[in-house]
């Protein structure tokens, strides 16, 4: 393969690079020319001791490495390709007891038991509540005639979803965007306070799971956290499994969806077209392309559990693999002119959710109905919005996040 065109040092994990774009044309032509490339790092910043990880671009690549937990392992170094400079070990370490830096087979029995609050039965039963709810959403912003679209759109339905699926109280649910907010913004100065803040604010939400869980072995309900932590037959959640669940929730079902309906109406601002469209036909692809195009999620990373091959380059083991949704998502071998938002693409084999694999995101279905069903509420009460002032995006290695969004919800 010949050398790619680029920046001496470029490395997309670096968060300032996301304050003002996605690297999409460093992606593209790495794609082509070194699609499994060295990216070096120093052990300060890289926080694991080594000197780099293997950036990997291409579709099918970032598919392989899903697919082959038994080679590439999310324990190892975690699934998290970059802290906080300076982070200790030990927190890191702390973190592979989430079941998304746990490997099989003990990833397979944590997943068989919480999987059962994502039946499709278990997901069509929030939908009425959940229409309603955004419908109130939107209908409450409107009454504003302007505002943050983040916090009084984006942000509601997602948190107002984890509360009525595990039974979070909902006058609770702003303690688990404050929460979230500290353990994920240790990149952005406006959120970070320090580590042990993210630290204190992921023991408090873990505290506060764990106390439900004792509630509800002590008084049984009809509600998933009931069904997850005292099922006598096939297995259940210990207390503190189920508090690193909701920790895991947290980030997976509120952050992620939250920057996706953000994303997604920015997608539309500048996509005026779309919109008209949208709202004449409200096409069921709509959320796929929404979580294509703005890949919430940009990365994860894996570490190499023995000597392999990938993209036909070596990669030793115990050497880190990053996996790169947000190129794997612009690939033109497996998308046509993936630069243009389509809310009618299908088929749409993106890798918002993952690449397949024992780690593909449990929730993904559900993140599909809370899109439409904003996207829906946001179309009918206030079909005229338009942006007021452009985004703010966050600061941040792997999340692709919007912090404001300002909007006229009436029009201009």
Request: contains cysteine; proline residues 6%.
């Amino acid at each position: 393969m010949t050398c790619p065109v680029l920046d001496h040092g470029f490395d997309p994990t670096d968060p300032d690079l996301y304050t003002t774009r996605i690297p999409l044309d460093e992606f593209a032509e790495l794609r082509k020319t070194s699609p499994v490339v060295w990216v070096p790092q120093t052990p300060e910043v890289s926080n694991f001791g080594d000197d780099g990880y293997w950036l990997v671009t291409r579709h099918a690549d970032v598919k392989e490495v899903s697919t082959k937990p038994e080679i590439y392992s999310t324990n190892k170094n975690t699934a998290i390709i970059r802290f906080a400079e300076g982070m200790d070990m030990s927190n890191i370490d702390a973190q592979k007891l989430i079941m998304i830096n746990i490997d099989p087979p003990e990833h397979t029995r944590l997943r068989s038991i919480v999987q059962r609050g994502f039946t499709p039965r278990a997901i069509n039963a929030l939908q009425t509540a959940l229409t309603e709810r955004a419908a109130q959403i939107v209908r409450d912003a409107k009454l504003k005639g302007s505002g943050d679209f983040v916090t009084e759109v984006a942000c509601e339905l997602p948190l107002q979803a984890i509360a009525e699926l595990i039974g979070v109280p909902q006058e609770d649910r702003k303690k688990i965007f404050e929460w979230s907010n500290k353990m994920l913004g240790y990149d952005d100065p406006e959120y970070a306070e320090s580590t042990e803040a993210g630290a204190q604010a992921a023991a408090e939400l873990m505290l506060y799971s764990m106390g439900m869980a004792e509630e509800r072995k002590a008084c049984p309900a009809q509600d998933i956290v009931t069904r997850l932590i005292t099922a006598e037959t096939d297995g259940s959640l210990s207390s503190d499994e189920f508090g690193f669940f909701v920790l895991l929730l947290a980030v997976a079902g509120n952050e992620t969806t939250r920057n996706a309906i953000t994303h997604g109406m920015l997608a539309f601002f500048d996509n005026p077209d779309q919109w008209e469209l949208y709202k004449a036909e409200r096409p069921e692809t709509t959320a796929d392309e929404i979580v294509r195009y703005s890949s919430p999620v940009m990365s994860f990373q894996r570490t190499a559990t023995q000597d392999t091959v990938l993209g036909g380059q070596e990669i030793k083991a115990g050497q880190r693999v990053g996996i790169f949704y947000s190129s794997a998502n612009y690939d033109t071998e497996v998308f046509e002119n993936p630069t243009k938002f389509d809310i009618t693409r299908n088929p749409n084999p993106h890798l918002g959710f993952g690449g397949g694999g024992p780690h593909f995101c449990l929730g993904a279905s559900l993140a599909r109905m809370e899109i439409n069903l904003m996207f829906n509420a946001i179309a009918d009460a206030m079909p005229d919005i338009t942006k007021a002032a452009e985004p703010r995006r966050l600061r941040h290695a792997w999340i692709n996040g919007i912090k404001e969004l300002q909007v006229n919800y009436t029009g201009r």
